[in-house]
């Protein structure tokens, strides 16, 4: 379609733009409201998946005992149906910093588990009904309990791909991640929908009020909770009286009783792109032009590392909104088949690459 794909010239680099040109999710459909992200942005967020999924919890317990939350879709069945057997790839998907797990995510999910995927949402402490066992939640670009659940993962299921796929904000994590380990992070390929790149520019622009005050309003309601236990390292009545994300971002991380901090050092550990350089996994970030949450893309897009690492791969439409790629008909987000169709690619190469080269499979 309208599609570009910007990224450095590789082997890899036409294998993708083969099989992308030859998929059928580029095409989209007509959309009513093809000027209006905002629009797009709220359909695809507060739409509920086709088909109620079925999840079973698993909580995994890190090294300070702190708690994270392991949602794994079975299906929209009373027991798995979907496939997914020993070997089957895991897809781990990483909802928006706010820990939001949409009806697009789900739908991804579900996609994925018809395709032969077993996909697992990964819920960060303290979000989406997993417990705060400790006064301690993760900031915007810290990999550290991702790294437990990925090597949790991989013990789990040593025989199978790992892939991961992150949602808007929560794209900081998975970027940070994929810098800090580099070839170490056990995954074989990653996806980003409407990525955030630069972390300290986008919580001091801010947000359409539209997006941003029910976003924090959803972050207080979590932290309230908590107001007992956060009491003892953060100051809860201005935490809950942030008027912005910026504040209640710098109140939770840098205004501590403990380990205070400036804004400038938080993000100098927490800018998810500090350590992009030493990526060494295929990343495919679908970013869209219009997209009011971002930014705009002259200065919000990082094209030069497009251009310059072999690893990052950028699939820029003129519009689409936020995580939106609305599309008619079954599915309703043409990202979805595109993130599914690319993963497919990433496989298909790496085997070609295997046979030619003669390298055998890793254990």
């Known amino acids: 379609g309208q599609c570009r794909l910007l990224c450095k010239p590789s082997a890899l680099a036409q294998h993708l733009v083969r099989s992308l040109g030859r998929s059928a999710a580029l095409r989209g459909g007509r959309w009513p409201w093809p000027r209006w992200p905002q629009v797009q942005m709220l359909w695809q967020l507060l739409q509920p998946p086709e088909l109620e999924p079925v ?18 879709l079975v299906g929209p069945w009373e027991a798995a149906g979907g496939g997914g057997g020993v070997s089957s790839p895991v897809l781990l998907l990483i909802p928006n910093a706010a ?120 972050l207080k309601q979590g932290l309230s909770r908590y107001a007992g236990s956060l009491a003892e390292v953060v100051d809860m009545n201005r935490l809950l009286s942030s008027r912005s994300l910026r504040e209640l971002e710098e109140t939770l991380f840098c205004r501590t009783r403990s380990r205070p901090t400036s804004w400038e050092q938080y993000w100098e550990r927490n800018e998810p792109l500090r350590d992009a350089d030493e990526a060494a996994v295929p990343v495919l970030c679908l970013c869209s032009a219009d997209d009011p949450v971002r930014g705009p893309p002259g200065q919000s ?34 990202a979805h088949e595109a993130v599914l169709e690319y993963f497919r690619a990433m496989a298909e190469f790496l085997r070609t690459e295997e046979r030619r080269k003669g390298l055998p499979r890793p254990r």
């Open 55 to 72: 999840v079973a919890r698993e909580l995994l317990q890190l090294p300070d005992s702190g708690l994270v939350a392991l949602d794994w």
């Open 99 to 218: 820990g939001k797990v949409t009806g697009g995510l789900l739908q991804l999910g579900l996609r994925a588990l018809e395709r032969g995927f077993i996909p697992v949402i990964f819920n960060r402490r303290g979000h989406n009904g997993c417990p705060l066992t400790t006064p301690r939640l993760q900031p915007f670009g810290d990999p550290g309990d991702l790294r437990e659940a990925v090597t949790y993962l991989r013990c789990r299921h040593p025989s199978a791909s790992l892939l991961a796929v992150s949602e808007g904000s929560g794209s900081g994590l998975l970027l940070a991640y994929l810098g800090e380990r580099g070839s170490s992070s056990c995954l074989a390929a990653a996806a980003c929908l409407s990525p955030i790149f630069r972390g300290r520019d986008w919580f001091e622009a801010g947000m359409p009020w539209l997006y941003e005050w029910p976003l924090l309003l959803h």
């Open 301 to 334: 897009l990082p094209r030069e590392l497009f251009r310059s690492s072999p690893y990052f791969f950028l699939l820029l439409t003129p519009r689409g909104g936020h995580c939106g790629f609305p599309r008619r008909g079954p599915g309703r987000c043409w």
